[in-house]
Structure formats: structure tokens, C-alpha cells
């Protein structure tokens, strides 16, 4: 066993971040990805370390991803369309990337046996009320006519077929559930709500509060979902199971956009903006008005508290938009 870890999605934001830390922990990285969302520059600092390699292809070509999973002892499949604006936007490309992906993903590591860790997202829980979610509670989605829950319904099957895969032959497989993760390299492209916010809060643009902005949400700083994330991998109980991987403190939009205005010493002034407004392409856009996980189920098999605040993550995403912004103000 060389101790080779493959990603898929690996350009992108927590692939990246993840790579940068398997590469610290000794192991040789392999990543795959096809450039669609992630960039090469997100493994700026890997590209030429010889443990390193990446793999520019595309998860459903099964002659490219066969033989790098047969040489993987763990894989993390994070290759997916993620943020709900690419996903309304989208929507097609995005569930075939997800359900199809996935399932051949699965199916290399059915094949060779591997280790493998499959990345899905809070949105599996839909719109549950409930006021923090455990891994086992209800899924509750909205009407096929609303394209948000596409990704939700896909995310749910790709949970389904690993769940399936680890009954009916044992694979190693476990799931975690990102919840809204923010730090540097996220891209601010895809409508995720701390980048977008940072990238206008610097320029002293209004900040695009959808709705009335008292939806609330937790974020966690990648270097603590990452973390979480490695430890599980290398758990052996983790098995067959599912692990939400998200942060503690709550909070609303509107408090989210008056923080970083406050943090950043931002002029910027708060626009309320309708959903029908920013997702133009969704009628009768429906939002999560509260998002908080349960983690004691993480927090019971590998002790996970998050170390970084809600201002650490501010400014991880500030000092990574910063230099973005002196160039924006030079030209
Ligand atoms: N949001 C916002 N303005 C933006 C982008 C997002 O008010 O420019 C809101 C969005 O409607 C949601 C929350 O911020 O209520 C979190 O959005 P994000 O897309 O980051 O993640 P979600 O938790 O919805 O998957």
C-alpha cells in the first residue's frame, strides 16, 4: 500500500484545500477533475510537488477513472455541481453530473474495494422545519416544478445508491454532509452567500440580501470541515455511515451582510432583494429559512469542535478577495 488518496473535484474549493492537507499528512495526491467549476490555480501550491498529480478528465469516462481508483487505497468523491445559482441555472447539466457521477464513481470503488468517501450537502434535508438537523431525520422536498430540490432529490440518491453499495457488498463507503463551508478559493460565482457578500462588502457595493434576510444559517471555515473530513476518512467505523460536518453558531443574512460591512469597515448599503428578483430563471424560488446541523453524531466518533469564528472565516475570504479588488481598483 502506497498511501495514495484520489479526489475527484479536487480543483475545486474543498478538493483543493483537502489535497493541500492529505499532501501535509504524507500521502501521494491524485486528483481528477475537468476544470468546469475548479481551477488549476486552487492547486497552485501542490502542482509541483512530487507526491502530487493532477488528472484533468471527467469522472464519467470510466477508461480515465479505472485505473486511479484501482491505484487509490481512499477516495473522496467531491466531483459535483454545487451552489443553488448554477443548480437553477443549470439544472440539467447539474443532476447529470450528480446522479451520473456518482454512480459510476461507486461503481470503480465496488470494484477494486476502496475506501471511499462520498461528499453531499445539507440541502438533502429540504425544507424540514425542524430547528437543527440529525443525520436521521426526514428529507422534505418541495414540487418537481421547483428546480432547487433537483439538487436536493440527486444528492438523496447519490446518499442512496452508497448506502445500497455498503448493504449489498460491503464497499467502505460514508457519507458527509456539508454544510455551508466558506473560506479561501470559494468561488463567488455560483451564488454562495459569505464570498458574494466579502467580494461586494470590499468593493462598497450593495450587498444582495435575498429576501427579508432573516433566514439564518451556520458556517464552518474549511480548515475545520476539511479536518473533519480526513479524520472520518481515515475512521474505519465511519463505514456505512452518514456524518453531517457543519458549524455551531447561528446566525441571519441581514446579521451576516451588517458583520462583514462592520468587519471589513465596508460603506456598502444592505439591499433587500426579492427571490423572484435573484433567481430569475425560478418562479416561486423557495429558500430554507433556517439551516443548523446536529454534529454529535461527529463529535462522538472523532471529537469535533469548530476552531475558527464566523470572523476568521470573514477574514479568510476578505484576504482572499483583497488582492482581487487592489487589481479591480488599479486598471
Ligand atoms: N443569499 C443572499 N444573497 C446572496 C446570496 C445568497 O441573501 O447574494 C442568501 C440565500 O438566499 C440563502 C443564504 O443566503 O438564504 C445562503 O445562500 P447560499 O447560496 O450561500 O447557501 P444555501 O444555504 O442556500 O445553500
Same mark, same amino acid.
Given at each position: 500500500?502506497?498511501?495514495?488518496?484520489?479526489?475527484?473535484?479536487?480543483?475545486?474549493?474543498?478538493?483543493?484545500?483537502?489535497?493541500?492537507?492529505?499532501?501535509?499528512?504524507?500521502?501521494?495526491?491524485?486528483?481528477?477533475?475537468?476544470?468546469?467549476?475548479?481551477?488549476?490555480?486552487?492547486?497552485?501550491?501542490?502542482?509541483?510537488?512530487?507526491?502530487?498529480?493532477?488528472?484533468?478528465?471527467?469522472?464519467?469516462?470510466?477508461?480515465?477513472?479505472?485505473?486511479?481508483?484501482?491505484?487509490?487505497?481512499?477516495?473522496?468523491?467531491?466531483?459535483?455541481?454545487?451552489?443553488?445559482?448554477?443548480?437553477?441555472?443549470?439544472?440539467?447539466?447539474?443532476?447529470?453530473?450528480?446522479?451520473?457521477?456518482?454512480?459510476?464513481?461507486?461503481?470503480?470503488?465496488?470494484?477494486?474495494?476502496?475506501?471511499?468517501?462520498?461528499?453531499?450537502?445539507?440541502?438533502?434535508?429540504?425544507?424540514?422545519?425542524?430547528?437543527?438537523?440529525?443525520?436521521?431525520?426526514?428529507?422534505?422536498?418541495?414540487?418537481?416544478?421547483?428546480?432547487?430540490?433537483?439538487?436536493?432529490?440527486?444528492?438523496?440518491?447519490?446518499?442512496?445508491?452508497?448506502?445500497?453499495?455498503?448493504?449489498?457488498?460491503?464497499?467502505?463507503?460514508?457519507?458527509?454532509?456539508?454544510?455551508?463551508?466558506?473560506?479561501?478559493?470559494?468561488?463567488?460565482?455560483?451564488?454562495?452567500?459569505?464570498?458574494?457578500?466579502?467580494?461586494?462588502?470590499?468593493?462598497?457595493?450593495?450587498?444582495?440580501?435575498?429576501?427579508?434576510?432573516?433566514?439564518?444559517? $451556520?458556517? &464552518?471555515?474549511?480548515? *475545520?470541515? /476539511?479536518?473533519?473530513? @480526513? =479524520?472520518?476518512?481515515?475512521?474505519?467505523? !465511519? %463505514?456505512?455511515?452518514?456524518?453531517?460536518?457543519?458549524?455551531?453558531?447561528?446566525?441571519?443574512?441581514?446579521?451576516?451582510?451588517?458583520?462583514?460591512?462592520?468587519?471589513?469597515?465596508?460603506?456598502?448599503?444592505?439591499?433587500?432583494?426579492?427571490?423572484?428578483?435573484?433567481?430569475?430563471?425560478?418562479?416561486?424560488?423557495?429558500?430554507?429559512?433556517?439551516?443548523?446541523?446536529?454534529?454529535?453524531?461527529?463529535?462522538?466518533?472523532?471529537?469535533?469542535?469548530?476552531?475558527? $469564528?464566523? &470572523?476568521?472565516?470573514? *477574514?479568510? /475570504?476578505?484576504?482572499? @478577495? =483583497?488582492?482581487?479588488?487592489?487589481?479591480? !481598483? %488599479?486598471?
Amino acid at each position: 500500500m502506497d498511501n495514495t488518496s484520489l479526489i475527484t473535484g479536487g480543483a475545486g474549493f474543498i478538493g483543493s484545500h483537502l489535497a493541500e492537507r492529505l499532501i501535509q499528512e504524507g500521502h501521494n495526491v491524485v486528483v481528477l477533475d475537468n476544470l468546469s467549476t475548479g481551477h488549476k490555480a486552487n492547486l497552485n501550491k501542490l502542482l509541483s510537488h512530487p507526491r502530487f498529480r493532477l488528472v484533468v478528465g471527467d469522472v464519467t469516462d470510466v477508461q480515465c477513472l479505472a485505473p486511479l481508483v484501482r491505484h487509490a487505497d481512499v477516495v473522496f468523491h467531491l466531483a459535483a455541481s454545487v451552489g443553488v445559482k448554477l443548480i437553477v441555472e443549470k439544472p440539467l447539466t447539474s443532476m447529470m453530473n450528480n446522479l451520473r457521477g456518482t454512480e459510476v464513481v461507486l461503481e470503480q470503488a465496488r470494484r477494486w474495494h476502496k475506501r471511499i468517501l462520498l461528499a453531499s450537502t445539507s440541502e438533502v434535508y429540504g425544507k424540514n422545519p425542524a430547528s437543527s438537523f440529525a443525520e436521521d431525520d426526514d428529507l422534505v422536498y418541495g414540487n418537481t416544478s421547483k428546480t432547487r430540490w433537483s439538487y436536493a432529490c440527486a444528492k438523496a440518491m447519490d446518499e442512496f445508491m452508497a448506502i445500497a453499495h455498503y448493504r449489498e457488498s460491503g464497499l467502505p463507503v460514508s457519507v458527509v454532509r456539508f454544510f455551508n463551508t466558506v473560506g479561501a478559493r470559494q468561488s463567488n460565482q455560483y451564488g454562495m452567500v459569505l464570498p458574494t457578500f466579502v467580494s461586494q462588502a470590499l468593493r462598497n457595493e450593495p450587498i444582495t440580501v435575498h429576501g427579508t434576510g432573516l433566514q439564518s444559517r $451556520t458556517f &464552518t471555515h474549511i480548515n *475545520d470541515t /476539511v479536518d473533519a473530513t @480526513y =479524520r472520518l476518512a481515515m475512521h474505519s467505523d !465511519a %463505514a456505512g455511515e452518514v456524518y453531517n460536518i457543519g458549524g455551531s453558531t447561528e446566525i441571519s443574512i441581514i446579521e451576516l451582510a451588517k458583520l462583514i460591512c462592520r468587519r471589513l469597515k465596508s460603506t456598502s448599503r444592505i439591499d433587500l432583494v426579492p427571490y423572484e428578483q435573484a433567481f430569475t430563471s425560478e418562479q416561486g424560488f423557495e429558500d430554507m429559512p433556517r439551516r443548523v446541523p446536529n454534529c454529535d453524531k461527529l463529535d462522538h466518533l472523532i471529537k469535533f469542535q469548530p476552531q475558527f $469564528t464566523l &470572523t476568521d472565516m470573514i *477574514d479568510s /475570504v476578505a484576504d482572499y @478577495y =483583497r488582492p482581487v479588488r487592489e487589481t479591480a !481598483a %488599479a486598471v
